[in-house]
């Protein structure tokens, strides 16, 4: 019996211990659960590792490019509008009106011969004969009066229907009246033509001369005096007369500033 005992016993223990070669103990269970999970840990860090260089080496290449394009556009900068325009500077309205005035200095005809230029005018009151002068003494010019037959007296200038001066340049506009001096320009390429403005026209003594032939094929520069009427009702008339080229005139009064602008502006 006692030895059934300890047979049984023995079997016991040996069924103990092969118990326990089977299962892991609770500790045992833990300490696997805990190295899996740092295992695990330490793959996920490695992972992330792995994503983060990947995502750095990608935002260092995109910082290489851009740094790229900002020294490409630096090395191949495009001048700003200001360098362009100092680059390339148009002169301004001021420095071409200088340069300008050199060349209407050079050709004005202030130093043109004597027997190139001339002045004829005709003078009533006298205020024209002032101006003819006037321009008389800025260019080289030979100097001429209109004197009419028949001169004009304070009646015949009168502004009523039945004087003289009205009847030639409103009731009969076909009335040439006399000459009494002769007018030689024939050697003259420029004339200079003054008169008095009478009923917005030009005075039919001075259409005398001008019918005479002697400024065909002329330059013609007409120029007039007046209180209050401009050169524009006479030019039309002046320009009836094809044989001449007329230059567009101006109304002048005893200025002498005034008369030597109006010369530089002429186009010869």
């Known amino acids: 019996m006692k030895r059934f005992l300890s047979v049984i016993m023995i079997i016991t223990v040996l069924i103990c ?114 101006v003819a002068e006037l321009i008389n003494s800025h260019v080289v010019a030979d100097l001429f009066e209109i004197y009419p037959v028949q001169p004009y007296t304070d009646e015949d200038l009168a502004l009523n229907d039945t004087s003289r001066s009205s009847i030639e340049q409103k009731k009969d506009k076909t009335i040439r009246p006399d000459i009494s001096n002769q007018i030689d320009v024939a050697n003259a390429d420029v004339v200079f033509l003054g008169y008095p403005i009478w009923y917005d026209d030009v005075p039919r003594v001075v259409l005398t001369f001008i019918e005479s032939g002697a400024l065909d094929g002329k330059i013609v520069v007409p120029f007039c005096t007046s209180g209050s009427s401009g050169i524009t009702g006479s030019e039309k008339t002046l320009r009836e007369y094809k044989n001449i080229k007329w230059v567009n005139g101006a109304r002048l009064t005893n200025s002498d500033e005034g008369i030597v602008q109006w010369l530089e502006s002429l186009p010869f």
Not at 46 to 69: H, P
Not at 96 to 109: M, R
């Open 17 to 130: 211990l092969c118990g326990c070669e089977e299962k892991p103990t609770v500790s045992e269970n833990n300490i696997q659960q805990n190295i899996e999970t740092q295992v695990q840990t330490i793959n996920e860090t490695n992972t992330a590792n792995e994503v983060e260089g990947t995502v750095q080496e990608s935002t260092d290449e995109t910082n290489n490019e851009v740094s790229d394009e900002n020294e490409i556009s630096q090395n191949n900068e495009v001048p700003d509008e200001n360098e362009i325009s100092q680059n390339n500077e148009v002169p301004d309205e001021n420095e071409s009106s200088q340069s300008n005035e050199v060349v209407a200095n050079d050709i004005k005809p202030f130093d043109i011969n004597t027997d190139k230029m001339a002045i004829v005018y005709f003078s009533a009151t006298g205020t024209t004969r002032a």
